[in-house]
């Protein structure tokens, strides 16, 4: 590691070459200063994921209400939720079979109507933008900068936010697990999405709530940044 100061922060932060911790310690180089060496400045293109970073994670009344639908415990909901979301947002399950796996872990057995209300209110609560962040992103395609998103993401969802919104227009490039068949932290979904933004691999840096997809991102020799504390991450980045 080059040599460094630090100052007092939040967090632990990874980014690569360097770690920086934002609980106790904030690593930076020597020489580091607002005007000479802004964060911003180091790249030219910010890819972030969508879930938990560009929105707040569902409610716990939203979660509470489809565990009831399917008539368990809002515990055991949140365990089976995440047990095998992957290959939803991979696109090898319909929502039907998804919510239906669900179902049958809990022992239980859902209608057809009741799977469609589930794929809706489970849609719709992860459509909770955080307007910080989206200021966040005007404000570095503002600067120049190229943005990009990377998630994994079942198709109901990518398509519900395709037709109601806009979101996804201010960004150079979308890349969403289930369109490209691949998943964080796999190689594939890093490249599709490096490819699509354009800029040069160490002028890229990626935003991400799971230390799993910021190692995969940090295996391709992509810098990194675990997005735990918003307004620490925030204050990190604009200096």
């Known amino acids: 590691m080059p040599d460094a100061r630090a100052i007092n922060a939040g967090k632990w932060l990874k980014i690569q070459p360097l770690t920086i911790a934002l609980s106790g310690l904030f690593i930076l180089p020597v020489g580091y200063t607002k005007t000479t060496m802004g964060f911003v400045d180091l790249y030219d293109g910010f890819i972030f994921d969508y879930g938990k970073v560009l929105v707040t994670e569902p409610t716990s009344a939203e979660r509470a209400q489809m565990a009831g639908i399917v008539g368990i415990s809002l515990e055991e909901y949140d365990e089976l939720y995440w ?86 227009a201010g ?22 999405c490096l490819r699509g933004i354009g800029t040069e691999l160490k002028r890229t840096v990626f935003f991400d709530d799971k230390i799993a997809n910021v190692k995969g991102a940090e295996m391709l020799g992509l810098a990194a940044v675990e997005f735990l504390d918003r307004d620490a991450v925030l204050r990190m980045v604009k200096g």
């Open 83 to 168: 047990r095998d979301r992957l290959d939803y947002d991979k696109g090898l399950q319909t929502a039907a079979e998804y919510w239906q796996e669900i179902a049958r872990a809990a022992g239980k057995v859902l209608t057809l109507e009741q799977v469609e209300q589930l794929s809706e209110l489970d849609a719709s609560s992860w459509m909770h933008f955080d307007e910080v962040m989206w200021e966040f992103v005007a404000e570095l395609k503002a600067a120049g900068k190229k943005v990009a998103i990377l998630s994994n993401m079942p198709r109901d969802l990518g398509e519900m936010i395709k037709a109601r919104t806009d979101r996804f």
């Open 171 to 192: 960004f150079a490039h979308v890349t969403l697990s289930y369109e490209v068949k691949s998943v964080k932290p796999e190689a594939a979904i890093y490249e599709d």
